[in-house]
C-alpha cells in the first residue's frame, strides 16, 4: 500500500474500532437483537469506508494521500473538488495565513474532503439498497423492516450532508476572511461537532457540559497530533540511520520508533472511540428535533 508511518498508525486504530464494533455486533446477534440487519448493514459500510480511505479496495487513487500541504513547492495532493481547489487557492495567494495556519486550513481542506468521500460511500449503498426493494413485489413484514432501515439511513444521509454544507460554509468564510482569533476551536472535527451540537436538542446546561468535552477532545486530538509527527520525523531518522551502518545508533531508534508509533496507535484510537460517542450523543439530539 506504500503508508507512511502514520498512516499505517491510524489504520492500525480504525482497524481496532471496527474489531471492537463487530465483536459487540456478534454478541447482539446471538441474543436476537439485530433482527433488521441494520447494526450489520452499518458495520459493512463502516469497513467500505476504511477499505477506500486507505485505498485497499481495489481501485486506483483512492487512498488518502497523508502529508503536508506543500511538498518541494508543489500540490501534493488533490480535492477532487473544483469549488475546494478554487477556495484553497484564494487561501494561499492572499496572504492573510502564516504557514502554520495554511497547514491548519489545509487540514480543514481535507477533511471536508473525506467527509464527502463517506457520503458518496453512503449514498451509493443507500442507492442499491433502494433498487433491491423496489424489485420486491410482494409486500411483507420483512419489506417494512427494510423501509425502516432506508429511513434510517436516509436519516444518516441527512446528517451528512448537513455537516458538508456547514463545514462548506466555514471553509468559504475563513479562506475570505483568515482565522478569527477569538475562535473556540481549531481542529476541524472538534468544530463540525460544535457546529452540529448548536443545531441539536440541548438545554443549555448540556450544551456547555459538551462544550467542555470537546475541549478535552481537542486537547487529545493536539496530542495525538504531536506523536504523529515525532513518529514521521523518527521514520525519517531510522530510513537515514540505515544506511549508515551504525548497529548500536540503529538499534536505539528503533526502539524509539517502536515506542512512538505504539503510542500514536494507542491514542488514535482513543481519539477516534471519543469522536464516535461525540457523534453518536448530536445524532440522537438531532433525531430529537425531527420528532
Not at 446471538?30 to 459500510?45: F, I, N, V, W, Y
Request: charged share 40%; net charge negative.
Amino acid at each position: 500500500l506504500h503508508l507512511s508511518a502514520v498512516k499505517l498508525a491510524e489504520l492500525h486504530s480504525d482497524l481496532k474500532i471496527q474489531e471492537k464494533d463487530e465483536l459487540s455486533w456478534k454478541k447482539l446477534k446471538a441474543e436476537g437483537l439485530d433482527e433488521d440487519g441494520e447494526k450489520e448493514a452499518k458495520l459493512r459500510r463502516n469497513l467500505n469506508v476504511i477499505m477506500t480511505k486507505y485505498g485497499m479496495n481495489g481501485k486506483k487513487d483512492s487512498q488518502l494521500v497523508d502529508t503536508n500541504y506543500v511538498k518541494d513547492g508543489t500540490e501534493s495532493d488533490t480535492l477532487d473538488d473544483p469549488r475546494l481547489e478554487k477556495l484553497w487557492s484564494k487561501a494561499k495567494t492572499s496572504g492573510k495565513f502564516s504557514d502554520e495556519e495554511l497547514d491548519k486550513l489545509w487540514r480543514e481542506f481535507k477533511h471536508h474532503k473525506e467527509k464527502i468521500r463517506e457520503y458518496n460511500i453512503l449514498l451509493e449503498t443507500v442507492s442499491r439498497t433502494e433498487d433491491i426493494h423496489k424489485n420486491v413485489i410482494n409486500p411483507s413484514e420483512e419489506n417494512l423492516v427494510k423501509e425502516e432501515i432506508l429511513h434510517n439511513k436516509h436519516r444518516e444521509l441527512k446528517d451528512k450532508l448537513r455537516s458538508i454544507n456547514q463545514g462548506f460554509e466555514r471553509l468559504r468564510k475563513v479562506s475570505h476572511q483568515g482565522y478569527d482569533a477569538t475562535s473556540e476551536f481549531e481542529e476541524p472535527r472538534v468544530i463540525d461537532l460544535w457546529d452540529m451540537a448548536k443545531s441539536a436538542n440541548f438545554t443549555e446546561k448540556e450544551l456547555e457540559s459538551f462544550r467542555e468535552e470537546l475541549k478535552h477532545f481537542e486537547a487529545k486530538i493536539e496530542k495525538h497530533h504531536h506523536y504523529q509527527k515525532q513518529l514521521e520525523i523518527s521514520h525519517q531518522k531510522l530510513k537515514h540511520i540505515e544506511g549508515t551502518g551504525d548497529k548500536d545508533h540503529l538499534n536505539r531508534n528503533k526502539e524509539k520508533y517502536a515506542m512512538l508509533e505504539e503510542k500514536t496507535k494507542e491514542l488514535g484510537y482513543k481519539v477516534k472511540k471519543h469522536l464516535q460517542d461525540l457523534s453518536s450523543r448530536i445524532s440522537q439530539g438531532l433525531q430529537h428535533n425531527e420528532l
